[in-house]
């Protein structure tokens, strides 16, 4: 399951960049394709880290920082949405791409190191 979390991450991670590289140079959107397999990528991630969880909290772990990651996640995903839609405007392309990408970065940094105090 960690594996399988791990490659998810590392592909969203590949996909996000791939999108804003489009989205910033040449205002175009990503192939339908591109769009689809984002979303199919957060539905694994998402369920690999449910499944994670369950077996952090059957182990008595401290699992502060997953809810942390979660509401990065959460933030990452609707910068996401509106850094690409259709409709934005460059200035809200950039700052949806900015925050989405502090997200990710944010979720790496708690990723690798896993407080166990964090509130």
């Known amino acids: 399951m960690k594996h399988l979390h791990m490659l998810t991450a590392v592909l969203l991670i590949a996909l996000f960049l791939y999108q ?3 989205a910033l140079s040449s205002n175009k959107q990503a192939p ?3 769009k689809i397999s984002s979303h199919i990528i957060y ?3 998402i369920l690999s880290g449910a499944g994670m969880l369950v077996q952090l909290i059957s182990a008595n772990a401290p ?3 997953v809810f942390a990651k979660v509401i990065l996640l959460v933030a990452a995903i609707s910068a996401s949405i509106k850094a690409f839609n259709n409709n934005a405007t460059p ?3 950039k700052t949806g791409i900015l925050i989405a990408g502090a997200a990710y ?5 708690l990723a690798f190191s896993k407080p166990g105090n964090l509130f």
């Open 20 to 22: 804003s590289y489009l």
């Open 32 to 34: 339908f394709m591109v």
């Open 43 to 45: 539905a694994v991630i």
């Open 63 to 65: 699992v502060q920082w």
């Open 91 to 93: 200035s809200q392309r």
């Open 105 to 109: 970065v944010g979720i790496l940094i």
